[in-house]
Structures are given as structure tokens and as C-alpha cells.
């Protein structure tokens, strides 16, 4: 519930994508929401997630929404002054939530393990 309530002030057209200004804001805003749902599902089916603060693990999710969407800064001023929770403070689980995601995605996608799916690492579209 608190992710969902967060969610609208987790992003703005001021944000970077991969280090640029952001082209299109809608579909930046649409890619993050679904990478959200993704990371709520991975937070709710990890059972070692199910010992972190509810707080905690909303914030953490969003941050590494933030992240595998190459969003810049992975947490910014607005949300660490609405939630209270710096970055470093939610480091662990947002490492945590990254490595879990990527490993499901690699999972559903039947990957090798030396191969990255192109959202774990940040893709980039050629300009």
C-alpha cells in the first residue's frame, strides 16, 4: 500500500535516465510502474523479505525500481524527506530486491548464466 501511495512522487521529468535528460517521460513513468509490480511480486513471494520493516522493503522498492530503470538519482531528495529512509539506509534490501529480480527474470527467460537481460543492466537504446 505504501509503495502504491509513493509511487506518483517516485518520479519526475527532471530525473536522468542513463546519465541523459529523459525523452519521453510517459513511457519512462509506464516502464517504472511495471518494473514497481514486478518488484512487489519478488518482495511478497522472498521469504527472507518477509522479516523487513513494511516501510523498509516499500521504500526499497522503489529504489530498485528506480535503479533498473537506469533512473538518476536512485533516490531522490523529495522521497528521502516524504519517507525519512536516506539511501544508505535502504541499500541492503534495494541490493537485495535487484539481485532477486534479476535472478526470477533470468529464471522465467530460461538464460544462461553468463548472460544479462537487457533491463538488469541498464539498456540504452542507440541514439
Known amino acids: ?3 502504491e501511495l509513493l509511487l506518483p512522487h517516485c518520479i519526475h521529468p527532471t530525473d536522468q ?3 541523459e535528460n529523459i525523452y519521453n517521460f510517459k513511457t519512462v513513468k509506464e516502464d517504472l510502474q511495471m518494473v514497481v509490480k514486478e518488484m512487489m511480486d519478488t518482495g511478497l513471494q522472498e521469504e527472507s523479505m518477509m522479516l523487513v520493516m513494511p516501510s523498509l522493503l516499500a521504500c526499497s522498492i522503489l ?3 528506480r535503479k533498473v530503470c537506469g533512473l538518476s538519482p536512485s533516490w531522490p531528495n523529495l522521497m528521502e524527506k516524504l519517507t525519512r529512509y536516506t539511501s544508505d ?3 541492503m534490501v534495494t541490493d537485495s530486491l535487484i539481485s532477486l529480480h534479476k535472478l526470477l527474470g533470468e529464471e522465467a527467460l ?3 548464466e553468463g548472460y ?3 533491463l538488469s543492466v541498464g539498456y540504452s537504446p542507440e541514439k
Do not use: H, K, R
Open 116 to 118: 544479462q537481460s537487457n
Open 110 to 112: 530460461g538464460v544462461d
Open 17 to 19: 535516465q542513463f546519465g
Open 89 to 91: 539506509q535502504l541499500e
Open 63 to 65: 529504489q530498485a525500481s
Open 1 to 3: 500500500y505504501l509503495t
